[in-house]
């Protein structure tokens, strides 16, 4: 069974920056190497809207509201996915999801099978 364990939430100012880290276990061999991983954020009664996720093959895609202030990196030997956001604004305020797929099953928009718990983050003005 795959479990994404997130870390690195809390409160920030407005301009400020945070590093959130997701670890991934369950996976087996190298298998965490052949997976998307990414990062979703989701607000209460909200829609879960695709902040940024890394393909196998090492593309990157950010969502369009966080383009230029976030930088998502994963570490295939550590089973490991983090996310630095830069230029925090207090609409970034959200629970942040870890996240992760196969490929060939994992809509952008959706995501893949895996989710961790999540992790707040609060950015006061």
């Known amino acids: 069974q795959v479990q994404l364990v997130e870390s690195g939430g809390g409160l920030v100012q407005s301009g400020g920056s945070l590093r959130l880290s997701c670890a991934a276990s369950g996976i087996s061999g190298n298998m965490f190497s052949t997976y998307v991983v990414g990062w979703y954020r989701q607000a209460p009664g909200q829609q879960r809207d695709m902040v940024a996720f890394?393909?196998?093959?090492?593309?990157?895609y950010y969502g369009d509201f966080v383009k230029g202030r976030v930088t998502v990196s994963r570490d295939n030997t550590k089973n490991t996915v983090e996310l630095q956001m830069n230029t925090l604004k207090p609409e970034d305020t959200d629970v942040y999801y870890c996240?992760?797929?196969?490929?060939?099953?994992?809509?952008?928009?959706?995501?893949?099978?895996?989710w961790g718990q999540g992790t707040q983050v609060t950015v006061s003005s």
């Open positions: 996240n992760a797929g196969e490929p060939s099953r994992f809509p952008p928009s959706i995501g893949g099978a895996y």
């Open positions: 890394i393909t196998n093959g090492g593309k990157i």
